[in-house]
């Protein structure tokens, strides 16, 4: 069973940096498409990052050259690393597992709140 | 910048049929957007409904089907239930691997 748990979320002051982990199970994630999906509080969903089988990553252009997404296969474990934080980064981040073009596995999420 | 569109509420009465739709401000939808959908009710984590257009993922009951309507990608609930009372979201694959949701539709069962 493909099972997802996201840590790490808490409230930051804007400008500042945290680290995200998804921590999966059931699934190699190295063999396997794995995506962040962000949701602010009372709005819709946002997709964030993805890293490819391959390494290859890429990025919404709300985050591009702030968040970093990474993963360590040894701990079966992807990462969000953000920087510069902004009050509208403040969202509950879901790590999914992507294949079939689509999100398939969700985790229960993880919230990030920016504020001074 | 494209934005994907759908309706922001619909209400549906219960044993009723009901069609979402998500589209683009700019161009039409095709099996080419692979459109997805999810559904959500408040507190939980999304579920995933639909993938590749048409396909059903596991356990979800065949009342729930999509496909691409002219130029927008729908979901339609056929014979809708109380539970079905959630937040529904589509997403396109936009090409140049980014993907983009649509702002949801809040779906009211009465």
């Known amino acids: 069973e493909v099972q997802l748990v996201e840590t790490g979320g808490g409230l930051i002051q804007p400008g500042g940096s945290l680290r995200l982990s998804c921590a999966a199970s059931?699934?190699?994630?190295?063999?396997?498409?794995v995506s962040w999906v962000r949701q602010a509080p009372g709005k819709g969903l946002e997709w964030v990052s993805i890293i490819y089988r391959g390494g290859e990553r890429y990025y919404a252009d709300s985050v591009r050259g702030r968040f970093t997404i990474s993963r360590d296969n040894s701990k079966n474990t992807v990462y969000l690393q953000m920087s510069s934080l902004r009050a509208e980064d403040t969202a509950v981040y879901y790590c999914?597992?992507?294949?079939?073009?689509?999100?398939?596995?969700w985790g229960q999420g993880t919230l990030l709140t920016v504020s001074s | 910048q494209t934005v994907v569109t759908q309706e922001p509420s619909f209400s549906v009465s219960p044993g009723g049929t009901v069609t979402l739709t998500c589209g683009l401000t700019?161009?039409?939808?095709?099996?080419?957007?692979?459109p997805s959908w999810y559904q959500q009710t408040p507190g939980q984590a999304p579920r995933t409904l639909i993938y590749?257009?048409?396909t059903r993922s596991s356990g979800v009951p065949d009342r729930f089907s999509g496909s691409v309507l002219g130029n927008k990608a729908a979901l339609t609930i056929t014979g809708a239930q109380a539970d079905d009372e959630s937040d529904y979201y589509c997403v396109l694959y936009m090409g140049s691997d980014i993907w983009v949701f649509g702002g949801g539709t809040k779906l009211t069962v009465l």
């Open positions: 700019s161009g039409s939808v095709s099996t080419g957007n692979y």
């Open positions: 999914t597992k992507a294949e079939t073009n689509a999100f398939q596995s």
């Open positions: 059931g699934f190699i994630v190295s063999s396997n498409y």
């Open positions: 590749n257009t048409n």
